[in-house]
């Protein structure tokens, strides 16, 4: 099926007579947009049943009924079918078939690589090298995010701006930083990116040596978004202090606070939030994978709905991220690949770890989140190359910090820790999100 897809995907890119219409006007659709206009495919219009949607543009683009779609002749265009619910992609599928269009044909289903489980993962090298720059590929992961913000939000939150060019007013380009305050977390999620499970104690990070370190990165950069999160942000507890500091800072445009959603922030924070719209909430939308529930105690299944409706209550900016109807699974597996230098450069270019964000954690800058914690656990060994894979903010002079950072971020082009990692990508092997697991997973120091 994938290879059907690719086949699709090179066929309307050669394919100039024809119009593309993108079916869904949603995140996903949208998300598609920015793949496909990567990709040097020119979009015409949405198709959507929402009557609402039809009203306006969407992305600077119509939005048609399929009744209009079915109006046209199926020989004069291509459908790309982009929705992350299998059943409404089911729905428009028979819709469209009873109407006469061919899948695989005048239409097919593009998101079904994000939401199927493969268990057999393609090697890395049959996976072709994206077509645009790596910066071109940081400035349209943020992109994405703040549109899902916009979206998300009231009518007047600030419309999406896209970063231009690395430096940007004499400040370093940051589209996206995490910043990472704590390892508690409330569920034990056993794929976890973060690898939470695999902390034998958790440890909150210090609010002073947090904000210190957030002010001299925002002294010298724009931040697009900054990323609260851990473990279970809420956990933390002086978030309080946290937010306050961070409100101080100059150069940040919006702040996510990341939650799994299983416990309530304290009435101080919400105190903050109400005050402050730029902070928001930002709800992982666990619960909406149909088999996670199951897996949680009564307690942490009830706060789920609690707070949605905190944040309605307060009129919290918040927003739910789409359903992950699949994780990577990276496994547990950190023993050197063997990779020649091509290899892992390659590797590198083709993760999707590699472009969305930096993140800033005791007192380093990491471009890879998932390797933060194999360091940390000592699990894979530091090396002489390893300090490639991050800056350390004490050993950087305030003069030299944007282009340490600037250099650091677009033109890095292969870490350490990829020789012991298989990526993640469209080819990776896939696993069921949030499935728990009942005890801390500690792990020792391995030989490798
Ligand atoms: S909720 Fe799950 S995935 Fe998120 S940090 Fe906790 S254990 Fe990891
Ligand atoms: S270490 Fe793995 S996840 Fe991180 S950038 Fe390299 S290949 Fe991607």
Not at 22 to 49: F, H, K, P, W
Not at 304 to 311: A, R, V
Not at 431 to 439: A, D, E, F, R, Y
Request: charged share 25%.
């Amino acid at each position: 099926m994938l290879k059907q897809l690719y086949d699709f995907l090179i066929k309307i890119s050669t394919d100039k007579t024809k119009k593309i219409y993108i079916r869904g006007a949603g995140i996903q659709g949208q998300n598609t947009l920015v793949d496909l206009i990567e990709m040097g495919i020119t979009v015409s219009a949405y198709i959507d049943n929402d009557p609402e949607k039809q009203k306006n543009l969407c992305s600077g683009l119509p939005v048609y009924a399929p009744q209009w779609l079915y109006h046209q002749d199926s020989n004069d265009y291509y459908v790309l079918c982009a929705m992350m619910n299998p059943q409404y992609y089911a729905q428009a599928r028979k819709e469209m078939m009873i109407n006469g269009l061919e899948e695989n044909i005048h239409f097919i289903d593009i998101s079904f690589p994000l939401r199927t489980l493969r268990k057999t993962p393609l090697p890395a090298r049959l996976i072709p090298k994206p077509s645009t720059s790596r910066e071109a590929r940081i400035f349209n992961n943020a992109y994405r995010r703040k549109r899902e913000a916009h979206v998300s939000m009231p009518k007047n939150f600030p419309a999406p701006v896209l970063p231009t060019s690395r430096i940007n007013d004499g400040l370093a380009s940051i589209s996206l930083l995490n910043v990472w305050i704590t390892t508690a977390c409330t569920l034990r999620c056993r794929d976890c990116l973060h690898m939470m499970p695999h902390y034998k104690s958790t440890s909150h990070e210090d609010v002073e040596v947090i904000i210190n370190n957030l002010r001299r990165i925002t002294n010298v950069s724009h931040v697009h978004i900054l990323e609260v999160l851990g473990g279970e942000t809420f956990l933390h507890p002086n978030l309080l202090q946290i937010l306050e500091g961070i409100a101080t800072l100059s150069n940040i445009d919006q702040v996510q606070l990341i939650t799994n959603e299983t416990i309530l922030p304290d009435m101080e924070v919400i105190n903050f939030l109400k005050k402050n719209p730029k902070f928001l909430i930002r709800l992982s939308n666990y619960n909406g994978h149909t088999e996670f529930p199951s897996a949680l105690d009564d307690n942490q299944q009830g706060d789920f709905s609690k707070l949605d409706k905190l944040c309605h209550v307060h009129r919290l900016n918040h927003l739910r991220r789409t359903v992950d109807y699949s994780w990577t699974d990276f496994t547990d597996d950190f023993r050197h690949r063997g990779y020649s230098k091509d290899d892992v450069k390659h590797l590198f270019d083709i993760c999707g770890c590699a472009t969305s964000g930096l993140t800033l954690y005791q007192g380093k800058l990491y471009i890879c989140f998932r390797m933060i914690s194999p360091y940390g656990l000592n699990i894979i060994p530091l090396n002489e190359d390893s300090s490639r894979d991050y800056l350390v903010l004490a050993d950087t002079s305030d003069e030299d910090l944007r282009d340490s950072i600037v250099n650091f971020y677009y033109d890095t082009d292969y870490l350490t820790c990829c020789y012991y990692c298989d990526g993640s990508h469209y080819g990776s092997r896939k696993v069921i999100p949030n499935q728990q697991i009942k005890k801390q997973v500690h792990r020792e120091m391995e030989t490798i």
